[in-house]
């Protein structure tokens, strides 16, 4: 069974007048229907949905940059929840949203770089995967490189979601420096001070 038709009749079991008028009293209070089942039970698009549709609207050759950056901020808005930011990767969009990183136009490269970090952030399954397509070294040569500073400062943003507390991501990002730029001794991860340190000095970089 689809799994939101699933909770739908989880919740309309728990929440029929048979089962509510007279509760045992060691009864486990109702749950609330998530936003996937409501849009389910209504017949209105998912979150997945709408990310696709979004991440489309971006791609398309079609869609004039004014319209793709509203599709973007509904894309961002929509993964600030950590289960649509862990669907990017069965939903295939951690590829292309990596891929807009290098975009030639500047606005869409900061979208990209801010939607990478509100996935990666305090979420080790999307910092996982933002190291597995490359994003890191993509972001770091951003931080370095890019000329428009809202983008650099979006870049830097979703550099340091990636490294915090995640060594994995915090190493790819110290390998990835210019060899001058890499600091004496280990990095850690856990240590706040390090990663700042690390992200200011790309800051400092112009």
Known sequence: MDPQMSNLLKWSIENSSTTTANPPPDAPPPHSLNANALQALFGGPSDADLMRQSM??????????????VAFDNFEQLIEQIDNANNLEPLGLWTPLVELLSNEEGELRRMAAW???TAVQNNQKAQERALVVGAIPALVKMAIDERNESVRRKALYALSSEMRNYQPGTDEAVKALPEGMRREGHVDAGDMDDVDAVIEQLRERK
Not at 57 to 68: D, T, W
């Open 115 to 117: 939607c990478v970090g």
């Open 56 to 69: 489309a609207a971006i791609l398309s050759p079609s869609i004039l940059l004014e319209n793709k950056l």
